[in-house]
């Protein structure tokens, strides 16, 4: 009998897990997904807004783990034999879970058709995005899901 509450809370974990979203795409996908940034945006408290008392967490704290999270994106593209051809322009929005777990990047290149990425750099972001935020987890949690964005620029 205790074996079998074991193997069922083990399903349910291994199932839990599998069902939680962790998705990044580009703004188009999510458009051609239905994802609905509106949605999102009632259901994810901005990390740091003005006036203060309506923030998450206070800037300086933020900041220090976002600069964190952008380093080892940075370094996870490089581990990964990722190289930017030239100087690309991108604007990201992530929507985190309360616990630090991403539960959804959306991102867009910014510029003119050739300042952006290859359809085949944009291809291999993408899935480099996906396997990085699965175990990826924020250095801050919080009582709410929260969202923060940037511009970033990613250099060869």
Same mark, same amino acid.
Request: proline share 4%; net charge positive; glycine share 2%.
């Given at each position: 009998m205790k074996i079998n509450l074991f193997l069922q ?5 291994? *199932? ?12 188009? #996908?999510? !458009? ?28 300086? !704290? ?9 380093? #080892? ?5 490089? =581990?990964?034999?990722? =190289?930017w051809e030239k100087k690309t322009k991108c604007f ?10 991403? #539960? ?10 050739e300042d952006k990425p290859s359809e085949e750099k ?26 923060? *964005? ?7």
């Amino acid at each position: 009998m205790k074996i079998n509450l074991f193997l069922q809370i083990i399903l349910f974990l291994i *199932c839990s897990k599998s069902f939680s979203q962790h998705i990044g795409m580009s703004i188009q #996908d999510a !458009e051609k997904k239905q994802i609905k940034i509106e949605q999102l945006e009632q259901n994810y408290k901005s990390a740091v807004a003005t006036p203060p008392t309506e923030s998450v967490f206070k800037p300086e !704290e933020l900041q220090e783990a976002y600069i964190k999270l952008l380093n #080892d994106w940075g370094k996870f593209l490089s =581990k990964n034999n990722f =190289k930017w051809e030239k100087k690309t322009k991108c604007f990201q929005r992530i929507y985190f879970n309360n616990d630090g777990t991403i #539960d959804y990047f959306i991102f867009n290149f910014l510029g003119k058709p050739e300042d952006k990425p290859s359809e085949e750099k944009q291809t291999e972001f993408n899935r480099l995005l996906n396997a990085f935020i699965q175990d990826y987890k924020f250095a801050l949690t919080a009582k709410v899901k929260f969202a923060q *964005c940037s511009p970033t620029t990613y250099t060869p």
